[in-house]
Each structure stands twice: as structure tokens, then as C-alpha cells.
């Protein structure tokens, strides 16, 4: 299974950051407005591999908190070092939308966009 | 990149889905407890690959509802077939939980289970 980003994080600050689309991705915007909340897919590129090896973790990283199963948290260790962010659209360009809410970090490849679940 | 999935997704029915991992992820379950809830990224194995080319679709496949950007969207139709979906957890076996509202096929390979977010 390979996945193919479909775009790219650019930080603008600690609160914003563009995602940058491909030119073949830019159509798949149609609709999106202004305010939109959206779920932000992206790569943690900078995850290092043996991190991606540990099945229990500090919760936060916190030391004095007892290891938990990487799937009842939402650590970024994890095997298959995917996010999923909640995002709140500020504004849209020609070749993305610039977003608040979003923790991946400057050059993160973009898996996919998706319109939040209702409710 | 690369995703090796950490296990697979078997229905018992139409509502309820055992989440079956590999033996080596088992222990990222530590600390999961019925009645959590999750979000299951899976991967949607059985869209045809031009379906991963359309950028822009009819709402719910409904063709009387005009084209919207897939990323303005949640269809399965998308560049990267990944799907997210909420689940509670109904059981925990030994080799993996039992899930309610898990719309993946039977076969789907799973890539990550997260702890939902707050709120």
C-alpha cells in the first residue's frame, strides 16, 4: 500500500500553516468554503523508525505517567506514523486552503482532506 | 511511502466488526477499555484505481446533486483510499477489539487505531 501525497505543509506560524496542493489535486477544492472544518491527513515525516517500533508509550511523553498502548492514545509513535488533525479553514488560495488548528510540522507530505464529520 | 498494515478488518455483521491485529501490534491495546471510542484508519482495497483519479463527485453517488471537490467531501472516492471512522469499542479479544460502526469491508487492512479525541 503506497500512498502518493496529494500536497504539502507550509507553516505560516504556531497557529496557521498552508497546505500546499499538487496542481492535478487542486480541483478536488471545489466547494470548500471559507470556515469549513476539515479532518487534515498528513505523513509525520520526521518520525524516527525505531519509534515507530514501540507498542506502549508515556502518555504526552510524560515520564512519570504509566506506558499505555499506542492505540488508546494518540501519540504520534505509532507504526504507521499517519495524522489526523481538525482544522478550521481561513482562507483559500489558488493552490490551497491555509488552515488553523493544524500540528504537523513545515514540510509534512499532505495525505488527504476530508470534510469533518457532522456533529 | 509505505503503509504496512497492522491488521485487518473481519465483519460480524452489518453493525459489528472485529478489528483482527497482527501479534506483534497486540500490545499497543494496553489500556483500551470497552466503551472507548476509536478512530480506524483502513484501507479502501476494493476502489478501482480510476476512482482515485476523480477530483470531483456527485455527493453520496447521487447524480442528481451537483459535483463537489472530493476533499470538500468524505466520499471514498479520493487520490489516497484511506478511510477515518468513529467507533466504540464493544469487546476486547485477544487479538483485537470488536468495533460498532465500522462502514470498512470485510478484508480492509487496518493502519492505525487512535483514541478519539476529546470533545
Do not use: C
Not at 505560516?12 to 492535478?24: E, G
Not at 471545489?30 to 523508525?49: F, I
Not at 504509566?66 to 482562507?91: H, Y
Request: aromatic share 2%; glycine share 10%; net charge positive.
Amino acid at each position: 500500500m503506497t500512498i502518493d501525497p496529494i500536497g504539502v505543509v507550509r507553516r505560516i506560524d504556531q497557529d496557521k500553516a498552508r497546505i500546499v496542493l499538487k496542481p492535478i489535486h487542486v480541483e478536488g477544492l471545489s466547494g470548500l468554503a471559507v470556515g469549513d472544518r476539515l479532518d487534515v491527513l498528513y505523513w509525520m515525516h520526521e518520525l524516527p523508525a525505531e519509534q515507530r517500533r514501540a507498542m506502549r508509550v508515556h502518555p504526552q511523553g510524560d515520564p512519570s505517567r504509566p506506558r499505555k498502548g499506542v492505540f488508546a492514545l494518540r501519540s504520534p509513535m505509532r507504526p504507521n506514523p499517519v495524522g489526523v488533525t481538525a482544522v478550521q479553514v481561513l482562507d483559500i488560495r489558488p493552490d490551497g486552503p491555509v488552515v488553523q488548528g493544524l500540528d504537523a510540522h513545515d514540510g509534512s507530505p499532505v495525505i488527504d482532506l476530508k470534510a469533518a464529520r457532522p456533529g
